[in-house]
């Protein structure tokens, strides 16, 4: 049962544009959503998250948006740059019962010249 | 350093031996994650630790798998009699479970059964 879902496997994207990952999710007790980004040979990296409680959060190019109604959350970066080229998780959690952190399948967005 | 530190970095190991991945957490952490990450697949759950908490082993694909967190800080996930699908890149996080905070990852071990 994948409660946390990447749809698409890999995203290509010229360089200054704009790049969106999108996810999934199914289990409505998720009140917490992050995205890792992950190179090869790393393990993944915190990038942004976002609270149930808001429908946008920022941080310099990253933008994730929320929309509980669709259980859709997506991570928007503006503009897209080579080195953004990596693996990228989307997760959830329910904070409020100790539960795990669940991730996606991933996105492979690779940032072209 | 003050991260998530896992070793070996790299593990070879013949198809029915046991091996032992050791997990650092970052010191404080209450929460404890395994995963791991076949060949061109995505984060698979394996195990979580939380505190005194019985932990979530529900992700453990079969009984050849344990892990076992001691004094509430280092873990060992133990995989016995390793098998050529049991290759993969094995990843610990850690977490201080509080409402906001993000899971840190190490840099993973990579196993290898031959």
């Known amino acids: 049962d994948q409660q946390v879902k990447q749809n698409s496997p890999s995203l290509s994207v010229q360089e200054g544009r704009i790049s969106i990952l999108n996810c999934d999710y199914t289990n409505s007790m998720f009140d917490y959503f992050l995205w890792y980004k992950k190179y090869p040979a790393e393990g993944p990296t915190f990038l942004i998250s976002i609270s149930s409680i808001k429908d946008k959060n920022e941080d310099g190019r990253f933008t994730v948006f929320l929309n509980k109604s669709a259980k859709h959350l997506s991570l928007h970066i503006v503009p897209s740059q080579p080195g953004d080229s990596a693996v990228y998780f989307c997760?959830?959690?329910?904070?409020?019962?100790?539960?795990?952190?669940?991730f996606g399948t991933g996105t492979r967005l690779q940032v072209t010249l | 350093g003050a991260g998530v530190s896992q070793s070996p970095s790299n593990k070879v190991t013949e198809k029915g031996k046991d091996v032992e991945l050791r997990c650092d957490p970052i010191?404080?952490?209450?929460?404890l994650y395994w995963y791991r990450q076949s060949l061109g697949q995505g984060l698979e759950f394996l195990i979580y630790f939380q505190g005194n908490s019985a932990p979530d082993k529900s992700g453990l694909p079969s009984d050849r798998f344990s892990a076992e967190r001691t004094g509430g800080s280092v873990s060992t996930l133990t995989i016995q009699r390793t098998q050529q699908e049991d290759s993969a890149v094995y990843l610990c996080?850690?977490?201080?479970?509080?409402?906001?905070?993000?899971?840190?990852f190490g840099q993973g071990t990579r196993l290898t059964v031959v």
């Open positions: 997760a959830a959690i329910n904070t409020g019962t100790a539960s795990k952190l669940t």
């Open positions: 996080a850690s977490s201080p479970y509080r409402a906001g905070t993000e899971a840190f």
């Open positions: 010191s404080g952490h209450t929460a």
